[in-house]
Each structure stands twice: as structure tokens, then as C-alpha cells.
């Protein structure tokens, strides 16, 4: 369904020590999102195209130790893959 983007941001803030970058395409009320979060910043806009939902994704780069975290503070709120880096 539909993610709620203020939450989703956030979850995302409140794992600012932990993500190194997030990138996807987030279903929304408004249509599909694309998000890009690193550390210059975070940006929402639209994608411009009406994307089918099997491509909401969202993926996560955290800090090793850290998916399990990162994984469960998005958990029921997007499509969300995590990766660590140097775990």
C-alpha cells in the first residue's frame, strides 16, 4: 500500500548514524516517489511516469552491525532492502 512519506523520513532520520545511502521508488498517495537519501541530503520528488508497484523498492547501505536495526525500523513501512557495508 501507500507509504507515508513523513514517516518514512522519519525512520530514515532516526537512523542517520546508520545509513550510508538510501535510493528507491516509494509508492505514495500522491504516486510513485523517488527517494535519495546520502549525505548531502534527502530528496523526494516525483518520477515523472506512472511506475508499476511490483518496482517499489527502497535500498538501504548502512554500517555493518546495522542492518538488522535499519531493517527492522522500516519494517511494515516500504519494500525496503538493506546491505551492509563492512560486516
Do not use: W
Not at 55 to 67: F, H, P, S, T
Request: with cysteine.
Amino acid at each position: 500500500g501507500p507509504v507515508d512519506l513523513d514517516e518514512l523520513r522519519r525512520r530514515l532520520e532516526s537512523l542517520s548514524e546508520a545509513v550510508y545511502r538510501a535510493k528507491g521508488f516509494v509508492p505514495t498517495d500522491a504516486g510513485m516517489q523517488h527517494l535519495d537519501l546520502s549525505a548531502a541530503g534527502c530528496n523526494i520528488d516525483g518520477c515523472g511516469t506512472d511506475l508499476p508497484l511490483a518496482q517499489a523498492e527502497l535500498a538501504l547501505i548502512v554500517r555493518g552491525g546495522a542492518a538488522k536495526v535499519a531493517a527492522k525500523a522500516l519494517s511494515g513501512l516500504a519494500n525496503a532492502s538493506v546491505h551492509a557495508e563492512g560486516a
